[in-house]
């Protein structure tokens, strides 16, 4: 678990590009976060058929998550809009 990064629970599935929109918390400052589907398939292992499968996933995978958001950050690797894709 990583203490400087907080993953938000606000969760917004977004179907039409196939991936979720997450916010974390850095240092008392909100970044912008997206997740692919396929990414949190090669995460978990599993095929994710529907957005539940899906959240779930992204659920059990948190810890995960948290370090490669963590990773990016400490890359700078910020898209124009000031987001990080995973």
Same mark, same amino acid.
């Given at each position: 678990?990583?203490? #400087?990064?907080?993953?938000?629970?606000?969760?917004?599935?977004?179907?039409?590009?196939?991936?979720?929109?997450?916010?974390?918390?850095?240092? +008392?400052?909100?970044?912008?976060?997206?997740?692919?589907?396929?990414?949190?398939?090669?995460?978990s292992g599993q095929q994710?058929? #529907?957005?539940?499968?899906?959240?779930?996933?992204?659920?059990?995978?948190?810890?995960?998550?948290?370090?490669?958001?963590?990773d990016l950050i400490s890359?700078?690797?910020? +898209?124009?809009?000031?987001?990080?894709?995973?």
């Amino acid at each position: 678990m990583n203490q #400087d990064i907080i993953v938000n629970d606000d969760l917004v599935w977004q179907p039409e590009q196939a991936k979720l929109t997450f916010s974390a918390q850095w240092f +008392g400052g909100q970044v912008l976060c997206h997740i692919s589907v396929a990414l949190l398939e090669h995460l978990s292992g599993q095929q994710l058929v #529907d957005e539940a499968s899906i959240m779930l996933a992204f659920e059990a995978q948190r810890f995960d998550i948290e370090e490669q958001v963590s990773d990016l950050i400490s890359q700078e690797a910020f +898209g124009p809009d000031g987001s990080l894709t995973l």
